[in-house]
């Protein structure tokens, strides 16, 4: 596959590039870059289904017990344990009956929700769609609409400014 769209986010905001990708019911992956940290967000018929980052971001096992869905001696106790690899720990949880899949879906999707936020915020760096690419192997997928996911990351940008 080729890159279809590529280009410096000095000129184009993240939301903006997802809103063109949104506009043109795209499928494919968006990767973008800055030092230090690299993302990929993977679109369906223009809207985000999947994100990942190199950089700092919030935790699963971090949500469940910040919901008060699992303890964090739970999660501790859970981690320690041999796993196959490549197992998640949301699928760990599960298996040692120590979540529901409820907590587990709500957790995961919050966490992509929050990659997304934070890469809203990008204002360097560049980025790079490949049409056709999809994301595989990830059972549980973002379902939020592309508007109401940049509002709300822009939403928390302003009241993370007004704190600050």
């Given at each position: 596959m080729s890159d279809a769209l590529r280009g410096d986010l000095r000129h184009f905001f993240p939301a903006e590039i997802l809103q063109l990708l949104a506009l043109a019911q795209a499928t494919g992956r968006l990767e973008m870059?800055?030092?230090?940290?690299r993302a990929e967000v993977y679109v369906e018929r223009g809207q985000p289904v999947f994100a990942?980052?190199?950089?700092?971001s919030v935790r699963v096992g971090d949500l469940l017990v910040h919901h008060g869905s699992v303890a964090a001696e739970t999660i501790e106790r859970v981690l320690s344990r041999p796993a196959a690899e490549g197992a998640r720990i949301g699928a760990r949880l599960l298996a040692a009956g120590a979540a529901t899949p409820d907590d587990v879906q709500q957790a995961?999707?919050?966490?992509?929700?929050?990659?997304?936020?934070?890469?809203?915020?990008w204002r360097d760096g560049t980025f790079c769609f490949t049409p056709g690419e999809q994301a595989s192997g990830e059972d549980i997928r973002l379902d939020?609409?592309?508007?109401?996911?940049?509002?709300?990351?822009?939403?928390?940008a302003d009241e993370s400014r007004v704190r600050a």
């Open positions: 870059e800055r030092p230090g940290e990942r980052t190199s950089g700092t995961v999707r919050e966490a992509l929700r929050r990659i997304l936020y934070g890469l809203l915020l939020a609409n592309l508007d109401r996911l940049i509002l709300e990351g822009l939403r928390q």
